[in-house]
């Protein structure tokens, strides 16, 4: 699986556990079928996400201006959260195409200022990463 794919994947299950409330194995199970035989990618990707949710939106909710992390649009908040996970947990992938990625994403499955949201907020947050 591409990992464009897992990443949309991971945000539709994310989306189903935030929204919906649903279990988080039965939400991944739903967008991606058998757990067993899951990309390694998307599996890590969306489980390390549930499991540091609280760490993950403490970190968002430093780099957003005028805003609270429940009142962002649903798809930018669960994206942000995929996106932080992978920028500060899987260290095979660089910094830059993480927000990249997360941005065509976000053209993708948001609305038409969610790609520059998105730029904007995992921008500051890669400089909070990275300062050291």
């Not at 949309?8 to 739903?30: C, P, S, T």
């Not at 599996?43 to 005028?66: A, P, Q, Y």
């Amino acid at each position: 699986m591409k990992r464009r794919t897992a990443r949309e994947k991971a945000l539709q299950a994310l989306f189903q556990v935030d929204i919906g409330k649903n279990d988080a194995e039965d939400a991944l199970r739903h967008v991606a079928g058998d757990v067993e035989k899951m990309d390694p990618f998307l599996k890590s990707l969306f489980l390390g996400t549930v499991k540091r949710l609280d760490e993950i939106d403490e970190i968002i909710k430093k780099h957003l201006e005028n805003w609270s992390i429940d009142r962002l649009a649903n798809v930018d908040r669960n994206l942000l959260r995929i996106a932080v996970y992978e920028m500060k947990y899987i260290d095979d992938v660089p910094l830059t195409v993480t927000i990249n990625e997360a941005i065509e994403i976000a053209k993708r499955f948001g609305d038409e200022k969610s790609g520059r949201f998105i730029n904007g907020v995992l921008s500051k947050v890669m400089e909070y990463l990275t300062k050291d």
